[in-house]
């Protein structure tokens, strides 16, 4: 139980829109995820725009997506604590080339 009280705290504390998604399915939001109309109980499946296979095969480290959020397109990086995927907002995509080989830049070192 101090587990999961522990990864929803850490979304809950994040100033950009961050969320906890549990077997596909959104199960905490932080304030400013729900600003952007992120719900609870949402299937994340219906928020992707790329990368349905990466996250269905995601294993743990760090994974880069981008979801379709109030009509907009938004990077997120997702990383797995606690027997949650955690997401939260990287940047717009108007970057996202950039910030895709950023991210993993960071991991190879």
Do not use: W
Not at 22 to 30: S, T
Not at 43 to 54: M, N, R
Not at 75 to 103: C, M, P, W, Y
Request: hydrophobic residues 45%.
């Amino acid at each position: 139980m101090n587990q999961i009280t522990d990864a929803m705290e850490m979304v809950s504390h994040l100033s950009q829109p961050a969320f906890c998604v549990r077997d596909g399915i959104i199960v905490h939001v932080n304030t400013a995820a729900a600003g952007r109309m992120i719900e609870a109980g949402t299937a994340v499946s219906q928020l992707l725009k790329t990368g349905t296979e990466e996250y269905a095969e995601f294993a743990g480290g760090c994974l880069y997506l981008t979801l379709t959020v109030c009509g907009q397109e938004l990077g997120f990086s997702v990383s797995r604590k606690n027997g949650f995927d955690l997401f939260h907002l990287v940047q717009d995509t108007e970057n996202h080339a950039l910030q895709a080989i950023s991210l993993a830049a960071r991991e190879l070192r």
